[in-house]
T-cell receptor
């Protein structure tokens, strides 16, 4: 079946640093989604991307839909403690919400 | 709006026991899904529904049953619990299209 390769698996950063993570696949997706999960909670949608090459921002977060439609990137600028959590990419095949595939997540931690 | 409500939040079962995880949404979403989350494996789709009376299998359906008698409710039944079903279970709903899912806060299940 389809798989999403999300990297890095985990990262430790200093507060104030910029963060980058990405997701790649051998499949073409119509929609890319980025979620964040806080401890003990369900994932929450951060950004949705609908068109190849699209660049979308949500505050300090910026995500891009790759030109090939097989990858996506998420950047966080000037990280703060509340950015800690697990970030998931998800690709949606076609127009059905039943065809959403999740990456394995990037765990973001901040060095004390 | 309550969004997606899952009960219980925590559950411990003995091997062989059965139980039902409850999920309800008040957003009139057509699409509902059940995912399990295991360390390092992201979210894997168990079963999904595209509307009342319609369900289908996802990536890891074995050992689980679902039904969708109303738009609001989508319970997940474990028929005979096994230690391999120890996981965090998330219910999610969506309007469909490319808007992604709204997740519940999860049920942490331990099978001993």
């Amino acid at each position: 079946g389809q798989q999403l390769n999300q990297s890095p698996q985990s990262m430790f950063i200093q507060e104030g640093e910029d963060v980058s993570m990405n997701c790649t696949s051998s499949s073409i997706f119509n929609t890319w989604l980025w979620y964040k999960q806080d401890p003990g909670e369900g994932p929450v949608l951060l950004i949705a991307l609908y068109k190849a090459g699209e660049l979308t921002s949500n505050g300090r977060l910026t995500a891009q839909f790759g030109i090939t439609r097989k990858d996506s990137f998420l950047n966080i600028s000037a990280s703060i403690p509340s950015d800690v959590g697990i970030y998931f990419c998800a690709g949606q095949l076609g127009s059905s919400a039943s065809k959403i595939i999740f990456g394995s997540g990037t765990r973001l931690s901040i060095r004390p | 709006n309550a969004g997606v409500t899952q009960t219980p939040k925590f559950q411990v079962l003995k091997t062989g026991q059965s139980m039902t995880l409850q999920c309800a949404q008040d957003m009139n979403h057509e699409y509902m899904s059940w995912y399990r989350q295991d360390p390092g494996m992201g979210l894997r789709l168990i079963h999904y529904s595209v509307g009342a009376g319609i369900t289908d299998q996802g990536e890891v359906p074995n050992g689980y049953n679902v039904s969708r008698s109303t738009t609001e409710d989508f319970p997940l039944r474990l028929l005979s619990a096994a230690p391999s079903q120890t996981s965090v279970y998330f219910c999610a709903s969506s309007t469909g299209g490319g808007y992604g899912y709204t997740f519940g806060s999860g049920t942490r299940l331990t099978v001993v």
